[in-house]
């Protein structure tokens, strides 16, 4: 099977950002996500291009709107478009008495009384995945740094991989699930593991190797076609882009940003590496699937394996040494105020951070944190 990969500028910009709509009294879920998308829609006409808005689209669960950006040259320009969709999404909104919720996962709300998205792909994956499918009430960013050869795909992804501990820890905004304190950071990257087609991609050394799994799969119908691969990391190869997938929903536009330009940014470093014939010491598999574990389970409190050799350290420290070396490349790209506000987040507290401080604040009262998380995402605060 041969898989073409689409040139694309090198280190482009596309940000997805799922995010729920919760009744504003006291911060539930409701499943009014495609009646707000129409409203928007009927509102601003202009919008519509064959019935469908460019920039906002349903998902899996009828409580869920995505926002997803057209290609960006810069991080400014991500938050940009991400700023216009969420006005877009307020103006019929709260005339509605809703309000945007952004984060992993809703602290109290029932998975079993969520509605799925009346489209029969969404069907299908629910009657093929049944408990662990019904279960998917999680919210994402995804962001997606174009290529300009797919000789750097794979070297990118790879490298993409060692920072997954990095990028998942800043993220981390799910510690609550159905009611209950989980004890960890983001329970959200260990829901979303247990489908069949999602978690960590396979190590590939060659591009033929990655043809011959998605054939593989295809073949005896793991999948129908390739965008249902939902890796944490994947080549998008229609698009040209490497996608990062496994970042919680973040719960402010400027963390967003954040992270945006941190992915960028490591992305490019790689693919300069990639192009320049510098090859980097892959993390082997098992310590890949341990560093996701232990920023899922610990969060920035994390220590991580660096190398081969079973090297440890903080990761703080290591976010340290991490973003001194990409400083160079966010003022080459035009991120750098986005990329300092990596630190912020990691000197001030993540998302799963401020949650249990509200929940502390409140005798436990899961409500406040849902009305808490609205009041941040709406102040961008």
């Given at each position: 099977?041969?898989?073409?990969?689409?040139?694309?500028?090198?280190s482009?910009?596309g940000?997805?950002?799922?995010?729920?709509?919760?009744?504003?009294?006291?911060?539930?879920?409701?499943?009014?996500?495609?009646e707000?998308y129409?409203a928007?829609?009927?509102?601003?006409?202009?919008?519509?291009?064959?019935?469908?808005?460019?920039?906002?689209?349903?998902?899996?669960?009828?409580?869920?709107?995505?926002?997803?950006?057209?290609?960006?040259?810069?991080?400014?320009?991500?938050?940009?478009?991400?700023a216009?969709?969420m006005?877009e999404?307020r103006?019929?909104?709260?005339?509605?008495?809703?309000?945007?919720?952004a984060?992993g996962?809703?602290?109290?709300?029932?998975w079993?009384?969520?509605?799925?998205?009346?489209?029969?792909?969404?069907?299908?994956?629910?009657?093929?995945?049944?408990?662990?499918?019904?279960?998917?009430?999680?919210?994402?960013?995804?962001?997606?740094?174009g290529?300009?050869?797919?000789?750097?795909?794979?070297?990118?992804?790879?490298?993409?991989?060692?920072?997954?501990?990095?990028?998942?820890?800043?993220?981390?905004n799910s510690?609550?699930?159905?009611?209950?304190?989980?004890?960890?950071?983001?329970?959200?990257?260990?829901?979303?593991?247990?489908?069949?087609?999602?978690?960590?991609?396979?190590?590939?050394?060659?591009?033929?190797?990655?043809?011959?799994?998605?054939?593989?799969m295809?073949?005896?119908?793991?999948?129908?076609e390739i965008?249902e691969?939902r890796?944490?990391?994947?080549?998008?190869p229609?698009?040209?882009?490497?996608?990062?997938?496994?970042?919680?929903?973040?719960?402010?536009?400027?963390?967003?940003?954040a992270?945006?330009?941190?992915?960028?940014?490591?992305a490019h470093?790689?693919?300069?590496?990639?192009?320049?014939?510098?090859?980097?010491?892959?993390?082997?598999?098992?310590?890949?699937?341990?560093?996701k574990?232990?920023?899922?389970?610990?969060?920035l409190?994390?220590?991580?394996?660096?190398?081969?050799?079973n090297?440890?350290?903080d990761?703080?420290?290591d976010?340290?040494?991490?973003?001194?070396?990409?400083?160079?490349?966010a003022?080459?790209?035009?991120?750098?105020?986005?990329?300092?506000?990596?630190?912020?987040?990691?000197?001030?507290?993540?998302?799963?951070?401020?949650?249990?401080?509200?929940?502390?604040?409140?005798?436990?009262?899961l409500?406040?944190?849902?009305?808490?998380?609205?009041?941040?995402?709406?102040?961008?605060?």
């Amino acid at each position: 099977m041969e898989i073409s990969f689409a040139r694309s500028d090198q280190s482009t910009l596309g940000v997805e950002w799922e995010v729920a709509l919760v009744d504003a009294a006291d911060g539930d879920l409701v499943p009014r996500g495609r009646e707000t998308y129409e409203a928007v829609l009927e509102a601003r006409p202009e919008w519509a291009r064959d019935g469908d808005h460019p920039h906002l689209t349903g998902e899996f669960l009828l409580n869920t709107i995505e926002m997803v950006t057209g290609v960006c040259r810069d991080v400014a320009g991500t938050t940009e478009q991400l700023a216009l969709m969420m006005d877009e999404i307020r103006s019929v909104a709260d005339p509605r008495g809703l309000e945007i919720f952004a984060a992993g996962t809703h602290p109290f709300a029932r998975w079993q009384d969520q509605q799925v998205t009346d489209k029969q792909r969404y069907h299908k994956l629910v009657d093929r995945t049944q408990y662990w499918g019904r279960q998917m009430v999680i919210f994402g960013v995804h962001v997606h740094v174009g290529l300009d050869s797919r000789a750097k795909a794979l070297p990118v992804l790879d490298g993409m991989l060692a920072h997954y501990p990095h990028l998942l820890a800043l993220s981390a905004n799910s510690p609550f699930w159905d009611g209950q304190d989980t004890g960890y950071a983001s329970q959200r990257s260990m829901i979303f593991q247990q489908l069949s087609t999602a978690g960590l991609p396979y190590p590939f050394d060659t591009w033929d190797e990655y043809e011959r799994c998605i054939e593989d799969m295809i073949t005896t119908g793991i999948i129908e076609e390739i965008s249902e691969c939902r890796w944490d990391v994947r080549p998008v190869p229609r698009l040209g882009t490497n996608e990062v997938r496994f970042c919680d929903g973040l719960s402010t536009l400027w963390e967003v940003g954040a992270l945006t330009a941190l992915t960028q940014c490591l992305a490019h470093s790689l693919a300069a590496d990639a192009e320049a014939g510098r090859t980097r010491p892959r993390l082997q598999p098992w310590h890949v699937r341990e560093n996701k574990w232990r920023a899922a389970r610990y969060g920035l409190d994390a220590q991580v394996i660096t190398d081969a050799e079973n090297t440890e350290r903080d990761l703080r420290e290591d976010l340290e040494r991490l973003l001194d070396r990409l400083e160079p490349v966010a003022a080459h790209l035009g991120c750098a105020r986005e990329l300092a506000d990596v630190e912020r987040i990691y000197r001030d507290g993540a998302g799963y951070q401020r949650q249990r401080e509200v929940a502390r604040a409140h005798d436990g009262d899961l409500r406040a944190v849902a009305l808490d998380i609205v009041r941040r995402t709406r102040e961008n605060a």
